[in-house]
């Protein structure tokens, strides 16, 4: 069948510009003929880690539902903010909870960074941070990301960017993106044969 591609905004408010290049990059996985998944961190609100309540209770909802998600999909995206040059809390508190589940479903499958911010650089120091928690996990993290600059005023009223140019470098990125996981999961498939 299609690849299947869960395509993630990693920000809880309604109105983050991470969601909006979350939907532009889920149409743009629909335009090659594969399945997107569209989620927002919305769907998997969570409390802080704390191990006295995995001992407990295990996991919560919200991260198992996380969980379910990402063991549904070939590979997935993630579109986040940067907070103060690194990954935003909410984030990296969802993948330290999502990562204590057995089979761990972080590890091995390919991933793309993007991420929209109102700043100059877009947001893209947040994105090599966040490499470090996911190659960890053993996530096949794609060597190229993407950072949309001055996200506020990117975007056209039918969701894509204004800039030409970007968004044709975005769309190259997520074809670039998608035709290697294509080749390593029929790779994988060959094998088990
Ligand atoms: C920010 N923001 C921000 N932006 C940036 O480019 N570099 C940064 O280091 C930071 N730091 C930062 C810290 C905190 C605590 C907040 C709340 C915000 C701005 C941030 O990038 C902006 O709020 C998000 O891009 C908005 O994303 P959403 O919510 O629209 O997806």
């Given at each position: 069948?299609?690849?299947?591609?869960?395509?993630?905004?990693?920000?809880?408010?309604?109105?983050?510009?991470?969601?909006?290049?979350?939907?532009?990059?889920?149409?743009?996985?629909?335009?090659?003929?594969?399945?997107?998944?569209?989620?927002?961190?919305?769907?998997?609100?969570?409390?802080?880690?704390?191990?006295?309540?995995?001992?407990?209770?295990?996991?919560?909802?919200?991260?198992?539902?996380?969980?379910?998600?990402?063991?549904?999909?070939?590979?997935?995206?993630?579109?986040?903010?940067?907070?103060?040059?690194?990954?935003p809390?909410?984030?990296?508190?969802?993948?330290?909870?999502?990562?204590?589940?057995?089979?761990?479903?972080?590890?091995?499958k390919?991933?793309?960074?993007?991420?929209?911010?109102?700043?100059?650089?877009?947001?893209?120091?947040?994105?090599?941070?966040?490499?470090?928690?996911?190659?960890?996990?053993?996530?096949?993290?794609?060597?190229?990301?993407?950072?949309?600059?001055?996200?506020?005023?990117?975007?056209?009223?039918?969701?894509?960017?204004?800039?030409?140019?970007?968004?044709?470098?975005?769309?190259?990125?997520?074809?670039?993106?998608?035709?290697?996981?294509?080749?390593d999961?029929?790779?994988?498939?060959?094998?088990?044969?």
């Amino acid at each position: 069948g299609p690849l299947r591609v869960l395509v993630f905004g990693a920000a809880l408010r309604a109105g983050s510009v991470n969601a909006r290049l979350a939907s532009l990059v889920a149409r743009l996985v629909s335009d090659t003929g594969a399945t997107a998944d569209l989620a927002g961190m919305r769907e998997f609100t969570m409390p802080l880690f704390d191990g006295d309540v995995e001992a407990a209770e295990g996991l919560p909802e919200g991260a198992l539902a996380l969980r379910d998600r990402l063991e549904r999909c070939d590979a997935f995206v993630i579109s986040s903010p940067e907070y103060n040059a690194s990954v935003p809390g909410v984030l990296k508190n969802a993948i330290d909870w999502v990562s204590r589940v057995r089979p761990q479903p972080f590890k091995t499958k390919h991933a793309l960074l993007v991420s929209a911010s109102p700043s100059m650089v877009g947001g893209n120091r947040g994105l090599w941070a966040l490499r470090i928690p996911l190659e960890h996990l053993g996530t096949r993290v794609y060597p190229d990301m993407f950072s949309l600059a001055e996200a506020y005023q990117s975007f056209t009223e039918d969701g894509r960017l204004a800039n030409d140019r970007l968004q044709q470098r975005l769309a190259e990125t997520v074809t670039g993106f998608l035709s290697l996981v294509e080749a390593d999961v029929r790779y994988v498939c060959l094998q088990r044969r």
